[in-house]
């Protein structure tokens, strides 16, 4: 049987083959001939070309740089454990970015990264701090603890000499220029012993007055800055036992040595006037035998201490219980109120027959348009009880309480997050609506059913079944909605039977914020990382629940 020649068979997909027959010489229009060998393919270009490799390499240098000055930093203030994963992952980038290969890695490394270090990081973190006494007074180590309690409780040394002084600028930091009886000039600041100068200028009573390098402040200049001058402390040497230097007028300085003497063979501190003495309580502080605590403590783990101290602490106890009651309530409320009036609206603004009605839902989501820190500082101006439009205009100057009644707080609160909330429900009704098939409603109209059958059995149940999670992610919004009630009320009005900063319309996140940043009873982050753990765990469950139950809604598609 005759071979068949490869030049006639056709190619895949039924489109013949182009190939040169074999042999040299020319074609007929004068062409060179191919000698029937394909011609090779132009060559591909290899993903790490020149410039995209010189691309990476400064890229990689600039991240590694950085990572250089990052683990510097971590090993001079012995954060060994920062310091180990900070170089484990600058490892494992360079090792992703430098090998051939490994794409998808090199596209999910920044968004990984990115995500460990600002949300599973401050996850974690704040979980920690919450089985910690973290907050003020509790914020380093015990040896700090100790040299602070030594720089702050200190008292003029009766027959301390009394030290000529200038004071100095250099930057933004103050510094004070000493002569001590003997002449001999020193410099120091709070962060700075006192070290020698001997290159000071000196005046023609022999008071050194200036320093190379150093601004010299004049009186006025002295007069501007007198409180920061008076914060000024220039320990004697490193051993905090040895005193400050402290000037009162600028001019002149004395010695001050601690009033609290430290013993390291007892870790005790007495007190050198009346021989009081203090302890490790074994809770972070220096405590005396009646239980009274020095103010510098430091930070220690302190387990389940904060959570039983949310329900226990008297002045925590009965006003935690209000507001959690009132946080269960203004999520409904407002999760319910929204929904019915934006499906309300909804439901109006989509009849075929409305004129008009695309300025209508321009309007009606407008409140949605403005931020909501800005519309809750409008609304506390409206409903003022002194000045507010409500009560001068509409109700003729009337003095009722909108914002400092605990139950119109409440109503008013209420009012004002239903209005910035109604909006998103009626885009997200208006929507849900629309999409729903207009042959059920003119094939249930058919059988006789009204339009209210209509709406509660079969508009609501489909509407429903898109709705329902955007109605929990909501309950999960207006649980933490911080913004409202914080440029509201403050929170306010507050509640007379505790020492702590808590009114009746505080929810859970504000309570957290006032407890972690709050004045009055100070910072206290333990106890708040330890409220915002219950808060999540709290959410958490009720939207499990939640989505749980929505499973059911799916039976009606």
């Given at each position: 049987m005759p071979k068949p020649d490869l030049r006639e068979l056709p190619a895949t997909g039924g489109q013949p083959t182009p190939v040169e027959p074999s042999g040299g010489g020319v074609r007929s229009d004068g062409s060179p001939r191919s000698n029937g060998r394909r011609r090779p393919a132009k060559p591909t270009r290899h993903p790490d070309s020149l410039k995209g490799t010189i691309l990476k390499v400064v890229l990689l240098g600039l991240v590694d740089a950085f990572a250089?000055?990052?683990?510097?930093?971590?090993?001079?203030?012995?954060?060994?454990?920062?310091?180990?994963?900070?170089?484990?992952?600058?490892?494992?980038?360079?090792?992703?970015?430098?090998?051939?290969?490994?794409?998808?890695?090199?596209?999910?490394?920044?968004?990984?990264?990115?995500?460990?270090?600002?949300?599973?990081?401050?996850?974690?973190?704040?979980?920690?701090?919450?089985?910690?006494?973290?907050?003020?007074?509790?914020?380093?180590?015990?040896?700090?603890?100790?040299?602070?309690?030594?720089?702050?409780?200190?008292?003029?040394?009766?027959?301390?000499?009394?030290?000529?002084?200038?004071?100095?600028?250099?930057?933004?930091?103050?510094?004070?220029?000493?002569?001590?009886?003997?002449?001999?000039?020193?410099?120091?600041?709070?962060?700075?012993?006192?070290?020698?100068?001997?290159?000071?200028?000196?005046?023609?009573?022999?008071?050194?007055?200036?320093?190379?390098g150093y601004q010299t402040l004049k009186f006025q200049e002295i007069v501007a800055n007198q409180q920061e001058i008076l914060k000024i402390a220039v320990p004697?040497?490193?051993?905090?036992?040895?005193?400050?230097?402290?000037?009162?007028?600028?001019?002149t300085a004395y010695q001050f040595k601690p009033a609290l003497n430290y013993d390291p063979a007892t870790d005790t501190f007495t007190d050198t006037e009346t021989g009081t003495e203090y302890r490790d309580n074994g809770k972070g502080a220096f405590a005396d035998p009646r239980g009274e605590t020095l103010a510098t403590g430091w930070k220690i783990d302190v387990g389940m201490d904060n959570f039983v101290r949310a329900f226990t602490d008297p002045s925590l106890r009965g006003p935690l219980v209000g507001v959690i009651l009132w946080t269960f309530t203004f999520s409904i409320a407002s999760v319910a109120l929204t929904f019915v009036m934006g499906l309300f609206l909804a439901i109006t603004f989509n009849r075929e027959d409305l004129r008009g009605k695309k300025a209508y839902r321009i309007l009606m989501i407008l409140p949605y348009a403005?931020?909501?820190?800005?519309?809750?500082?409008?609304?506390?101006?409206?409903?003022?009880?002194?000045?507010?439009?409500?009560?001068?205009?509409?109700?003729?100057?009337?003095?009722?309480?909108?914002?400092?009644d605990p139950v119109l707080a409440k109503i008013s609160v209420l009012v004002v997050n239903v209005w910035l909330g109604f909006p998103y429900m009626f885009l997200v009704c208006t929507g849900a609506l629309q999409s729903l098939p207009s042959e059920i409603d003119e094939a249930a109209r058919m059988d006789g059913a009204s339009a209210w059958r209509v709406f509660r059995s079969i508009k609501l149940p489909l509407l429903l079944v898109s709705v329902a999670p955007l109605l929990i992610s909501s309950f999960a919004f207006n649980f933490n909605n911080f913004n409202v009630i914080y440029m509201l009320?403050?929170?306010g009005p507050r509640f007379a039977d505790t020492d702590r900063d808590i009114g009746s319309t505080d929810i859970l996140i504000t309570l957290v914020y006032k407890v972690a940043f709050g004045q009055g009873t100070g910072r206290d982050y333990g106890l708040a990382s330890a409220l915002a753990i219950i808060i999540f765990i709290i959410v958490a469950t009720i939207s499990a629940i939640s989505f749980k139950q929505t499973k059911a809604l799916e039976d009606v598609n």
């Amino acid at each position: 049987m005759p071979k068949p020649d490869l030049r006639e068979l056709p190619a895949t997909g039924g489109q013949p083959t182009p190939v040169e027959p074999s042999g040299g010489g020319v074609r007929s229009d004068g062409s060179p001939r191919s000698n029937g060998r394909r011609r090779p393919a132009k060559p591909t270009r290899h993903p790490d070309s020149l410039k995209g490799t010189i691309l990476k390499v400064v890229l990689l240098g600039l991240v590694d740089a950085f990572a250089v000055y990052v683990l510097m930093m971590l090993f001079l203030s012995q954060s060994w454990a920062p310091l180990v994963v900070s170089a484990l992952v600058v490892l494992a980038i360079n090792w992703i970015y430098l090998r051939k290969g490994g794409l998808p890695a090199k596209y999910l490394a920044p968004g990984v990264l990115f995500l460990l270090v600002f949300q599973v990081l401050v996850v974690v973190f704040s979980g920690y701090i919450a089985f910690t006494n973290y907050g003020d007074g509790h914020n380093s180590t015990k040896d700090d603890a100790i040299s602070a309690i030594q720089l702050t409780a200190q008292k003029r040394v009766p027959d301390s000499p009394a030290y000529k002084a200038a004071v100095l600028t250099k930057g933004n930091d103050f510094y004070l220029l000493f002569t001590d009886p003997a002449g001999k000039a020193q410099v120091g600041s709070t962060e700075q012993p006192l070290t020698a100068a001997p290159d000071a200028g000196k005046d023609s009573t022999g008071k050194a007055s200036s320093l190379p390098g150093y601004q010299t402040l004049k009186f006025q200049e002295i007069v501007a800055n007198q409180q920061e001058i008076l914060k000024i402390a220039v320990p004697v040497s490193d051993d905090p036992a040895d005193g400050t230097l402290r000037t009162a007028d600028g001019s002149t300085a004395y010695q001050f040595k601690p009033a609290l003497n430290y013993d390291p063979a007892t870790d005790t501190f007495t007190d050198t006037e009346t021989g009081t003495e203090y302890r490790d309580n074994g809770k972070g502080a220096f405590a005396d035998p009646r239980g009274e605590t020095l103010a510098t403590g430091w930070k220690i783990d302190v387990g389940m201490d904060n959570f039983v101290r949310a329900f226990t602490d008297p002045s925590l106890r009965g006003p935690l219980v209000g507001v959690i009651l009132w946080t269960f309530t203004f999520s409904i409320a407002s999760v319910a109120l929204t929904f019915v009036m934006g499906l309300f609206l909804a439901i109006t603004f989509n009849r075929e027959d409305l004129r008009g009605k695309k300025a209508y839902r321009i309007l009606m989501i407008l409140p949605y348009a403005f931020p909501a820190f800005l519309s809750g500082l409008v609304w506390s101006g409206i409903l003022n009880p002194e000045f507010g439009w409500l009560n001068q205009t509409l109700l003729g100057g009337a003095t009722i309480g909108w914002l400092t009644d605990p139950v119109l707080a409440k109503i008013s609160v209420l009012v004002v997050n239903v209005w910035l909330g109604f909006p998103y429900m009626f885009l997200v009704c208006t929507g849900a609506l629309q999409s729903l098939p207009s042959e059920i409603d003119e094939a249930a109209r058919m059988d006789g059913a009204s339009a209210w059958r209509v709406f509660r059995s079969i508009k609501l149940p489909l509407l429903l079944v898109s709705v329902a999670p955007l109605l929990i992610s909501s309950f999960a919004f207006n649980f933490n909605n911080f913004n409202v009630i914080y440029m509201l009320t403050g929170g306010g009005p507050r509640f007379a039977d505790t020492d702590r900063d808590i009114g009746s319309t505080d929810i859970l996140i504000t309570l957290v914020y006032k407890v972690a940043f709050g004045q009055g009873t100070g910072r206290d982050y333990g106890l708040a990382s330890a409220l915002a753990i219950i808060i999540f765990i709290i959410v958490a469950t009720i939207s499990a629940i939640s989505f749980k139950q929505t499973k059911a809604l799916e039976d009606v598609n």
